[in-house]
Structure formats: structure tokens, C-alpha cells
């Protein structure tokens, strides 16, 4: 199981939106309802920001949403915060294979 | 508050064994999931394992097939990985992770600290 492919960077000013891609293939993204999304802080755990493909858990703030189209997840963050500057992982399951695959990650930077 | 808490993590030389612990609190632990996922220096994250809410069905990544054991004790609230002909690209933070639910397909909710594994040759 190959991973979900993302672009390693993307960037904004404050107050922009950046919208992240996650490229996979109809046995995991597009075939699955469990993508999520996560954020990293250089040196932290990372934090849940997207389950269930759309949902956001609670206090996540709504700046954070998500969508699907065929076999690509896409998180966007609206308002962008200098506190937005992270690493950020798409997930997924692989039903086909029954395994969890990340995302290669994505750098964002708040100019 | 819940709380992952793991140990274990040490220096071990390449085909070593090892067993990493995650102590859990603050949730009902035979309610959810539970998940190792590593992340080598530098890298990006790699899940490695998961095991139902009961123990009855667990999965893991290609890497670490056939050398990795998952396991969980409810009685005592906690999740173990027992790690087996460890290699050097084994070397990695080894997070214990909450599922988000009973369902092993879904997120990855809550995220312990992590403990450092490092394989050397």
C-alpha cells in the first residue's frame, strides 16, 4: 500500500485560504469513508482535525473543512493564522487491504 | 482528560527485540480502537498497527509484518507492541494513538508523546 500523495508544501498570508490536496486511489481515498486529516507542530504529537472525510471534532475551529472528489480529499483552511503554520497528513483506510495509510505530508507556511 | 502515556523506547542493536507500552486514562479503554504509529527522525508519519476494542482483530503495515505483535490488556488499560527483528529503518517515535471510535477504520483521535526507538547496526 503505496502512500497518499500531497503536495510537500503550500503557503498563504494571513487571512488567505491554502487548500491541501490527498491523491489516492479508489481502494483507499475514493472508495473509503474514513479519510482524516491531522496537524503537526515541529516537535508535538499530531492533533485530529478532520474525520469521517468532512466532520470536525470539537474545537477544531471552523476555519478547518474538507471535501472529496473521486479519488482526491482536499482540507482547506480559510482565515489562515500564523498558529496554521504546521505539517498536516491526510489519512485513509484501505479496505481492500486492510491497513491505514498516511499522507506524504504537507508544509504549511503563513507568510 | 484523556491520556496516553507511553514507554518502553530504547537503543537496541539491529535483530534485537523490544516491547513498547502505552498506559491509558481518562476514557473507557475496551470502548476504542487503539493504534501504534511511528515516525522516523525528520520523516513523515507511518501507521504500524492497530487492534479492535476486544483484541479479536488486529492488522498490520507490510514493514513490520511477521516481526511486530500488537496486543492490549483491558484489565489493566493498556496497549503493547512487541517489536521483533528490529532493523535500522525501524528507528522511529513510536505513538500510541486513540481510535476514534470502536471501528478500527477510523481516525486517529487522540495522540500519546511518543517513545524513541533507535536501532543501531
Known amino acids: 500500500q503505496s502512500a497518499l500523495t500531497q503536495p510537500p508544501s503550500a503557503s498563504g498570508s494571513p487571512g488567505q485560504s491554502v487548500t491541501i490536496s490527498c491523491t489516492g486511489t479508489?481502494?483507499?481515498?475514493?472508495?473509503?469513508?474514513?479519510v482524516s486529516w491531522y496537524q503537526q507542530h515541529p516537535g508535538k504529537a499530531p492533533k485530529l482535525m478532520i474525520y469521517?472525510?468532512?466532520e470536525r471534532p470539537s474545537g477544531v475551529p471552523d476555519r478547518f473543512s474538507a471535501s472529496r472528489s473521486g479519488n482526491t480529499a482536499s482540507l482547506t483552511v480559510s482565515g489562515l493564522q500564523a498558529e496554521d503554520e504546521a505539517h498536516y497528513y491526510c489519512?485513509?483506510?484501505?479496505?481492500?487491504?486492510?491497513?491505514?495509510?498516511f499522507g506524504t505530508g504537507t508544509k504549511v507556511t503563513v507568510l | 482528560e484523556v491520556l496516553l502515556v507511553e514507554s518502553g523506547g530504547v537503543v537496541v542493536q539491529s535483530g534485537g527485540s523490544l516491547r513498547l507500552s502505552c498506559a491509558a486514562s481518562?476514557?473507557?479503554?475496551?470502548?476504542?480502537?487503539m493504534h501504534w504509529v511511528r515516525q522516523a527522525p525528520g520523516k513523515g508519519l507511518e501507521w504500524v498497527s492497530l487492534?479492535?476494542?476486544?483484541?479479536?482483530?488486529?492488522h498490520y503495515a507490510d514493514s513490520v509484518k511477521g516481526r511486530f505483535t500488537i496486543s492490549r490488556d483491558n484489565s489493566k488499560s493498556s496497549l503493547y507492541v512487541r517489536m521483533n527483528s528490529l532493523r535500522t529503518d525501524d528507528t522511529a517515535l513510536y505513538y500510541c494513538?486513540?481510535?476514534?471510535?470502536?471501528?478500527?477504520?477510523?481516525?486517529?483521535?487522540?495522540w500519546g508523546q511518543g517513545t524513541m526507538v533507535t536501532v543501531s547496526s
Open positions: 494513538v486513540k481510535g476514534h471510535s470502536g471501528n478500527y477504520k477510523s481516525a486517529f483521535h487522540v
Open positions: 481518562g476514557f473507557i479503554f475496551d470502548d476504542f480502537a
Open positions: 487492534i479492535s476494542w476486544d483484541g479479536g482483530i488486529t
Open positions: 479508489s481502494r483507499d481515498v475514493g472508495g473509503s469513508d474514513y
Open positions: 469521517a472525510v468532512t
Open positions: 489519512s485513509s483506510f484501505a479496505g481492500s487491504s486492510n491497513v491505514l495509510v
